[in-house]
């Protein structure tokens, strides 16, 4: 019954607009629950709310901001069987990564954001005067669909902590996750008024919350397409914004000393979540010398993934999130087809009778001016774009509007020299597992600002010069 009610001002609550949208399961077609479609009384109440009450959270202690985020970390342990039931339900995610990446994962973040806030200095002493870092205010958190938790705690975690409110939107195809997330701090009673959930169509929503007069920062994570808008109608009233845009991640092999274990992240990266990750690396770039062998190990491990019932602990891959994202996918698998890229693993097959699945697919003979070369597919679609030398395969990684993720794998002597000429904000080097405490944004129209750690915490801040003489 929750599902079907907003949370503002620590109260469940009807929509006054008494209207609701489906929920489905992408796996079966099936609807699974319903919520609430917020109009725009329903958002004044809950900006009215998160502004009501940030005097007293922005004055609130750090350390008692970091025993409410404690308690809910242990809550959210507590019920994590219910965050990736819910995760695989309402995204199709299978079960393994939902409990990995979709959840353990975020609990790491949560903990990294704990240590990594006690270690902010508020006050900076200077010689004649000081630096304040004060709470920016009402928060907008904009979240997506891909990652309904992630995505979550790198928003709204640093703004509590940092001693923000916020209003909470999540997608509208995966807000269950949300409405669990909101469960756990109204359970560990966080005080009236600092979280607050509003469901919702995404434009009709997260228009009106980017306009608001009391809405003094949005977080937005999406499609390159939708932040332009949001930049826009943000910076009507000079928001502070930040935004976590799309991706068409390279992966660059300059020799076959990282390829086994190369190879593994980069199918990792596209075929798990389905493909849905913006950080995805889609791109292989390979010279010409190594494309061969590279290929040969591509086969031979793109066969291990098992596509099938996100229920299922041995399933691997589960369907697009919705039949949108499933129409979107196959249309640039055709064009790709059309503009003369050769599948070399899998095919096109006709829908299946439930579910949105759609099998890892590998393009090769991919040119820059092929569209699945320059356009986010946002699915387990792998292409591959060969470089006769170094210099080319930097200029084809370059060759992209985006600059979010990239990967180079090969001797460690050139490989950090190449990644200092990639225009990504960030560069995975030969299958590193990556840091939470290092920062995650884009370059170029991958986005503005960043999120994760220190970092991410900084984004929630004002600075402010106290002059003394």
């Known amino acids: 019954m929750k599902n079907e009610l907003l949370y503002i001002n620590g109260e469940y609550i009807k929509s006054s607009s008494h209207d609701f949208i489906d929920v489905l399961n992408p796996a079966t077609e099936e609807v699974i629950s319903k919520v609430a479609r917020a109009n725009e009384y329903d958002i004044n109440q809950a900006v009215k709310a998160a ?6 959270w922005s004055k609130t202690s750090l350390s008692k901001r970091i025993e409410y985020i404690e308690k809910f970390k242990e809550w959210a342990l507590s019920n994590e069987e219910r965050f990736i039931n819910t995760m695989t339900a309402e995204l199709g995610v299978p079960y393994n990564f939902s409990k990995e990446t979709q959840f353990m994962k975020q609990i790491k973040r949560i903990e990294n954001f704990i240590k990594q806030v006690q270690s902010i200095k508020f006050k900076i002493k200077m010689k004649n005067g000081f630096v304040r870092y004060e709470p920016i205010g009402v928060i907008a958190a904009i979240t997506p669909w ?17 001693g923000n409110t916020v209003v909470l939107k999540p997608a509208s195809i995966t807000p269950l996750t949300a409405h669990l997330f ?6 560990i009673n966080l005080p009236k008024g600092v979280l607050n959930l509003i469901t919702g169509d995404g434009s009709e929503v997260g228009n009106i919350l980017n306009k608001h007069k009391d809405i003094s920062k949005v977080s937005f994570t999406g ?3 939708a932040g332009k808008i949001v930049a826009k109608d943000a910076l009507d009233s000079v928001k502070n914004i930040t935004l976590e845009l799309g991706g068409k991640s390279p992966a660059i092999f300059i020799d076959e000393s990282h390829i086994k274990d190369g190879v593994k992240t980069v199918l990792d990266s596209i075929f798990l979540n389905t493909g849905q990750t913006c950080s995805a690396l889609s791109r292989v770039v390979v010279l010409k010398n190594i494309k061969k062998n590279l290929i040969k190990e591509i086969l031979k491990e793109a066969k291990n993934y098992k596509v099938g019932d996100p229920k299922l602990k041995e399933t691997d891959i589960g369907p697009m999130s919705s039949k949108e994202q499933y129409d979107k996918v196959i249309s640039y698998i055709n064009k790709g087809v059309e503009e003369g890229a050769k599948i070399i693993f899998g095919e096109i097959k006709k829908k299946y009778s439930k579910g949105y699945f759609i099998n890892p697919l590998i393009f090769d003979k991919v040119t820059k001016d092929m569209a699945i070369h320059k356009d986010e597919i946002f699915g387990p679609v792998l292409v591959i774009e060969e470089a006769n030398n170094i210099e080319e395969a930097i200029e084809i990684a370059n060759d ?19 990644a200092d000429e990639i225009k990504s904000g960030q560069v995975i080097i030969n299958s590193s597992n990556g840091d939470i405490n290092l920062p995650f944004g884009g370059y170029k129209q991958s986005g503005l600002g960043r999120e994760g750690g220190i970092f991410g915490l900084m984004e929630y801040l004002e600075v402010k010069s106290i002059h003394l003489e």
């Open 223 to 225: 499609s390159t397409k």
């Open 146 to 162: 891909n990652y309904p938790l992630g995505q979550i705690v790198q928003k709204v975690i640093p703004a509590l902590l940092t």
């Open 182 to 187: 909101v469960e756990g701090f109204d359970e």
């Open 400 to 418: 992209v509007e985006y600059g979010l993720s990239a990967a180079v794998f090969g001797e460690e002597n050139k490989v950090l020299d190449i």
């Open 51 to 56: 502004s009501k009450s940030f005097k007293a």
